[in-house]
């Protein structure tokens, strides 16, 4: 029994050792990395302003757009009810 527990102690040891290396290949992955992420930030800003002022200019042509379309509807719609509705009101 004793020999069990001592088995268990080692392999808590281990996994200790062991979450403590990975924890430290993580940390130096991450300070390797860090002048990439230093450089490459200012880049992808430029390119999420650019896709935002693009969809920006595409929603403002498509709302246009859809006013070019309904304005002459409702032109045509006021010259066939503006007569009706006189014609309505006279009788």
């Known amino acids: 029994m004793f020999s069990f527990l001592a088995f268990l102690a080692v392999l808590a ?10 924890i430290l ?6 300070l390797i ?3 990439f992420k230093i ?3 200012p ?22 757009v859809i006013a070019a379309l309904i304005i002459p509807i409702l032109i045509l719609g006021l010259l066939i009810a503006v ?3 006189l014609f309505t009101a006279v009788t």
């Open 33 to 35: 990395l860090l002048p």
């Open 13 to 22: 040891m281990a996994a200790i050792v062991c979450m403590g290396g990975l």
């Open 25 to 30: 290949i993580k940390l130096t992955a991450k």
């Open 83 to 85: 007569p009706v509705a």
């Open 39 to 41: 450089i490459l930030f």
């Open 43 to 64: 880049i992808l800003a430029i390119f999420v302003i650019v896709k935002i002022a693009i969809l920006g200019a595409l929603a403002v042509a498509a709302i246009a």
